[in-house]
């Protein structure tokens, strides 16, 4: 899962929100000084990126894409699963994606204090342009996926998976259907726990 679903499935109370944002930012051991809902979401976007990775439907997805891509392909999938659930937010959280996305951008701008400087940066961008509802269409996320490739020196897998994403695109789809309720079920059962 990329952004949009990190923080569409951490959207439980605002400091998991924005604990679900940062998860890509903090790296190692969770610091102390993060206030306690904070530091929650942050490890529920740990446990969701572990759980994802064992995940069947997630995985078919992975595999519907090239052996020569194999490596990369569930960096890939995360952002397809941004961009289904971006034309699907509706049906899954019960609120338009456009209300969601803005009210997601007011809760991190207002913990901004909390956030790394690469988080910072990240979010001032994402809010610029409306990141999350962007995802809707396959360019950004193609873009998206154009920028993690050169920083690995593989653009050359790009192509190839838009292609494959192109091809079976109704099969992906399909798989999000099955794997996102799944994600949505562990959040709840995770976060139940913790009570």
């Given amino acids: 899962m990329n952004f949009l679903a990190?923080?569409?499935?951490?959207?439980?109370?605002?400091?998991?929100?924005?604990?679900g944002f940062l998860g890509?930012?903090?790296?190692?051991?969770?610091p102390n000084d993060l206030p306690d809902d904070v530091r929650v979401g942050v490890?529920?976007?740990?446990?969701?990126?572990?759980?994802?990775?064992?995940e069947p439907n997630i995985k078919?997805?992975?595999?519907?894409?090239?052996?020569?891509?194999?490596?990369?392909?569930?960096?890939?999938?995360?952002?397809v699963?941004?961009?289904?659930l971006a034309?699907?937010?509706?049906?899954?959280?019960?609120?338009?994606?456009?209300?969601?996305?803005?009210r997601a951008y007011r809760t991190l701008h207002a913990?901004?204090?909390?956030?790394?400087?690469?988080?910072?940066?990240?979010?001032?961008?994402?809010?610029?342009?409306?990141l999350f509802s962007t995802y809707m269409d396959l360019a950004p996320i193609e873009r998206a996926?154009?920028?993690i490739c050169r920083r690995l020196g593989r653009v050359d897998l790009v192509g190839t998976c838009m292609v494959a994403l192109d091809a079976d695109y109704a099969a992906f789809e399909a798989d999000f259907h099955e794997y996102y309720p799944a994600l949505q079920s562990h959040t709840a059962q995770w976060l139940a726990q913790l009570d």
């Fill in 6 to 19: 990190h923080c569409a499935l951490a959207d439980s109370a605002p400091g998991i929100l924005v604990g």
């Fill in 24 to 30: 890509d930012f903090v790296k190692g051991p969770i």
């Fill in 43 to 54: 490890r529920l976007h740990r446990r969701l990126d572990a759980f994802s990775a064992v």
């Fill in 60 to 79: 078919r997805s992975v595999l519907r894409l090239p052996g020569s891509a194999r490596r990369l392909a569930p960096v890939f999938i995360d952002l």
């Fill in 81 to 84: 699963t941004d961009h289904f």
């Fill in 87 to 102: 034309r699907t937010f509706e049906r899954w959280h019960g609120e338009p994606l456009m209300r969601f996305t803005a």
């Fill in 111 to 130: 913990h901004d204090t909390l956030m790394t400087a690469d988080a910072n940066r990240f979010l001032r961008f994402a809010s610029e342009h409306d």
């Fill in 145 to 147: 996926f154009g920028r």
